[in-house]
């Protein structure tokens, strides 16, 4: 985005988490839908929060979406969100929908707010009834608090195949005021947003309307949370939600507000943030893969190709061979559907150029597979027919993903 050229001072705050903004409180509790890890958990704001959300594109969106976007639409705020781990409650039809609403119901009851000001989120098994016994335990038992260990407890509650929390917190300063902006989220396989078995929570202090929230999310989503992939797999339950509740009282935010870009930015660090924290935690994964596409035709050709290449499973699997197979690469860039010619392009995995302007370059082979050896893996991409340029973020593919997605259920 053009906007982003300015470069507003955005701090990464120390240990940052859902906690980092001012008035909110979490919890996560061990209530019986997984062995023995955490599998409920609460976001509590101590005053109604104006919220936004985006969801999935799936066909078939879980029963906890349509529980959550009803709430959202009646006000515009929310105060509470409630997440179980272990059951997606997904393709679970009446029974599903009636067990939403009354998880909705129980959050509520919980921190004493109207229905209307909850949110629903569920992940996990698709295709299976919710424990509702236990999940009504678990909220009524579950302890709020704004604490360190109130964060990591809702942190790990959410996550499902995953190996690690993914959370972040940064601040900036708006009208003189100290904005704070704290994320957590969960996702390790079935991930190729528009959006997939991802859920992302970020909590702000920020006074802004929803409307404008909404904007702003939605603007902030298309070059974060849907440029990553590990898998090419959508899922049903995905959302990303956010709550604002003022109180770090700077002027109302929109689009017209001079310091608008410097939100903007806030909100692209947190989302960016999360985003590679699930795509460097894909299912069996060993590396991040970032993908750097330049010179395409416009932004949008740039974002295809960049998600092309780190979603290409012949890719994937070349990385995690430290193979420096770059004909995987351009073979990915022909499928992508933009205006790209194949006489124009320059490719280089990290430091090693391999394609200068579709003329082949003598490489190090051993230069190249050494670098691929690494944790965190660089493509480049030139493609000199614009000022387009686009990101993407993915993993390698592994036998270890083989085995965790045959025995899922087990």
């Known amino acids: ?92 039809g009446e029974q599903g929908l009636k067990d939403a609403y009354e998880m909705r119901e129980l959050a509520a009851h919980k921190v004493q707010v109207d229905e209307f000001l909850v949110a629903v989120a569920s992940t996990g098994v698709i295709g299976e009834y919710m424990k509702m016994d236990k999940i009504k335990k678990g909220i009524e038992q579950i302890q709020l608090g704004n604490a360190s260990t109130n964060a990591m407890d809702f942190q790990t509650a959410i ?32 991930i190729h947003p528009n959006m997939a078995t991802m859920l992302g929570f970020i909590t702000t202090d920020a006074n802004i309307t929803s409307e404008n929230l909404h904007a ?51 909100l692209t660090k947190t989302c960016e943030s999360l985003a590679k924290q699930i795509a460097k935690d894909g299912e069996g994964a060993t590396k991040l893969v970032e993908v750097h596409v330049t010179g395409a035709y416009d932004e949008e050709d740039a974002r295809k190709i960049a998600k092309q290449i780190v979603g290409s499973n012949l890719v994937k699997t070349a990385i995690y061979g430290a193979d420096a197979n770059w004909g995987r690469i351009i073979g990915a860039i022909g499928q992508a559907d933009t205006k790209a010619k194949a006489n124009k392009i320059t490719i280089s995995i990290g430091p090693v150029k391999m394609l ?40 390698d593919l592994t036998y270890d993903y083989v085995k965790i997605n045959a025995s899922y259920r087990t």
């Open 1 to 92: 985005m053009e906007t982003l050229t300015k470069v507003a001072k955005i701090i990464e705050i120390e240990n940052g988490s859902i906690l980092s903004p001012q008035g909110f409180h979490t919890g996560g509790i061990h209530a019986g839908l997984r062995y023995a890890k955490k599998d409920v958990g609460m976001i509590f704001s101590e005053v109604p929060a104006e919220s936004a959300a985006v969801y999935t594109l799936h066909d078939f969106q879980a029963a906890p979406i349509a529980v959550t976007k009803e709430s959202i639409s009646h006000s515009g705020k929310l105060q509470a969100v409630v997440v179980n781990s272990a059951c997606a409650n997904a393709c679970t």
């Open 356 to 395: 200068d302007k579709s003329e082949i370059i003598l490489f190090s082979e051993e230069e190249a597979s050494e670098y691929l050896k690494a944790d965190f893996i660089e493509i480049f991409v030139d493609l000199h027919m614009g000022e387009g340029s686009g990101t993407a973020w993915g993993c």
């Open 159 to 190: 996550l499902t195949t995953d190996t690690c929390m993914k959370k972040c917190g940064f601040q900036a300063e708006i009208d003189g005021m100290i904005v704070h902006m704290g994320g957590a989220a969960k996702g390790s396989g079935m």
């Open 216 to 266: 702003a999310l939605k603007e902030v989503t298309n070059y974060t949370f849907n440029q990553i992939t590990v898998d090419g797999d959508t899922s049903t339950n995905d959302m990303v939600l956010v709550m604002a509740n003022g109180l770090a009282e700077n002027q109302l935010l929109s689009p017209s507000h001079p310091e608008w870009e410097v939100f903007i930015q806030l």
